[in-house]
C-alpha cells in the first residue's frame, strides 16, 4: 500500500538556520504531494503541493520539489524563524485508483529557538 | 476560503457516555474524514464518507460510528466513550474525485474521564 516516510524529530534549529526535512513516498502511479502544518492546539494547515513530477511547491519560504527518480518530497527553508515551530506533515493522494484519502508520514516536531 | 468548522474545541465526558462530534463544512465538498491524533502515533483515519448516506472504515474504526446525512455536515459518535478514547479529533473535507488536498478543521481536544 501508500506509505509516507519522514524523517523523525524533534528537530531543534536556532532563529535563522537552514531547515530540511527529509520525506520519501512508496506509491503506485505517481501521487500529489503536501506538506501540512499544525500549529500548537490547532488543525492542519496546507503548507504547500506539487501534484506532477519536478514541480516545486512554495509558500511562506518553504519550498519542497517533487522528485520522481528518487521518490522524495524534502521540505526547506533558508532561514527558519521563531514562529516556524510546529508540527509539519507530509502526505500523499494516489492519482490512480479510488482512493481520496490523504496518507500521512508520522510528523517532524520543529522548534525552532531565538 | 474553505472552512471546516468542528462543534468544540474541547471536551470532556465520562466513562460510559455517548458522543457526538460534529464537522460541517461549507464549500460542497464530496469528502469527508474522521482522524485521531495521538502523541508519537501521528494522524489516524477512522472513517470516511464520500457522499451523503455513504461511509467507509478506516484504519481504526473500532468503537465509533459517524453519520453523514446532509452533504456539509459528518457527525463522529462515540457509541460508549472510553478512557483509551481520549485524543485529538480532527475532521477534514476535499473536492469529489480530484487528487486535491483536505482542508481541516480546528481540532476538538476529547478527553474521557
Known amino acids: 500500500g501508500d506509505s509516507v516516510t519522514q524523517m523523525e524529530g524533534p528537530v531543534t534549529l536556532s532563529e535563522e538556520a537552514f531547515l530540511t526535512i527529509n520525506c520519501t513516498y512508496t506509491?503506485?502511479?505517481?501521487?500529489?504531494l503536501f506538506w501540512y502544518v499544525q500549529y500548537p492546539g490547532e488543525g492542519l494547515q496546507l503548507l504547500l503541493k506539487?501534484?506532477?513530477?519536478?514541480d516545486k511547491g512554495s509558500n511562506k519560504g518553504f519550498e519542497a520539489t517533487y522528485r520522481k527518480e528518487t521518490t522524495s518530497f524534502h521540505l526547506e527553508k533558508g532561514s527558519v524563524q521563531v514562529s516556524d515551530s510546529a508540527v509539519y506533515f507530509c502526505a500523499l493522494i494516489p492519482l490512480s485508483g479510488s482512493a481520496r484519502q490523504l496518507t500521512f508520514g508520522s510528523g517532524t516536531q520543529l522548534t525552532v529557538l531565538p | 476560503d474553505v472552512k471546516v468548522t468542528q462543534s468544540s474545541r474541547y471536551l470532556v465526558k465520562r466513562t460510559g457516555e455517548k458522543v457526538f462530534l460534529e464537522c460541517v463544512q461549507d464549500m460542497d465538498h464530496e469528502n469527508m474524514f474522521w482522524y485521531r491524533q495521538d502523541p508519537g502515533l501521528g494522524l489516524r483515519l477512522i472513517y470516511f464518507?464520500?457522499?451523503?448516506?455513504?461511509?467507509e472504515k478506516g484504519d481504526i474504526p473500532e468503537g465509533y460510528s459517524v453519520s453523514r446525512e446532509k452533504k456539509e455536515r459528518f457527525s463522529l459518535i462515540l457509541e460508549s466513550a472510553s478512557t483509551n478514547q481520549t485524543s485529538m479529533y480532527l475532521c477534514?473535507?476535499?473536492?469529489?474525485?480530484?487528487?486535491?488536498?483536505?482542508?481541516f478543521g480546528q481540532g476538538t481536544r476529547l478527553t474521557v474521564v
Open positions: 506509491a503506485t502511479g505517481y501521487p500529489s
Open positions: 506539487a501534484t506532477k513530477a519536478d
Open positions: 477534514a473535507s476535499s473536492k469529489g474525485h480530484s487528487n486535491t488536498e483536505a482542508f
Open positions: 464518507s464520500y457522499d451523503v448516506k455513504m461511509k
